[in-house]
């Protein structure tokens, strides 16, 4: 069974940068697909970028091109989010998502979250 933990939130200036890191566990993560979101106090979960495992396509959103990005180790089994030029409006939970499809049957799973906080 897939296990995973994120890491790497914390507290940052306005401008700075930080590294989230998703570390998987359990099975193999071809054919997944992961996924960095965000939830700010009071408002809903939004998809920040997210990576094809195998075939290493990226997406991010309009919000954080050309700030964030992610990336893999697949030999580490590590997803990571390298977030720049961080805005106060960055803050949330960032949580690391995974999902796959097979046989028809899709499956995915939610880590449980890391803080990460941008001061003005």
């Known amino acids: 069974q897939l296990k995973f933990v994120e890491s790497g939130g914390g507290l940052v200036p306005a401008g700075g940068s930080l590294t989230l890191s998703c570390t998987a566990s359990?099975?193999?993560?071809?054919?997944?697909?992961v996924g960095w979101y965000r939830q700010a106090p009071g408002k809903e979960r939004q998809g920040v970028s997210c990576?094809?495992?195998?075939?290493?396509?990226?997406a991010h959103g309009d919000f954080v091109k050309g700030r964030f990005f992610i990336s893999q180790d697949k030999s580490k089994k590590m997803v990571y989010l390298q977030m720049n030029s961080l805005k106060p409006e960055d803050t949330g939970v960032y949580y690391c998502?995974?999902?796959?499809?097979?046989?028809?049957?899709?499956?995915?799973?939610w880590g449980q979250g890391t803080q990460v906080t941008v001061s003005s």
């Open positions: 998502h995974f999902a796959t499809s097979v046989a028809g049957q899709y499956s995915h799973y």
């Open positions: 990576l094809g495992i195998s075939n290493g396509m990226t």
């Open positions: 359990g099975a193999t993560l071809e054919g997944y697909a």
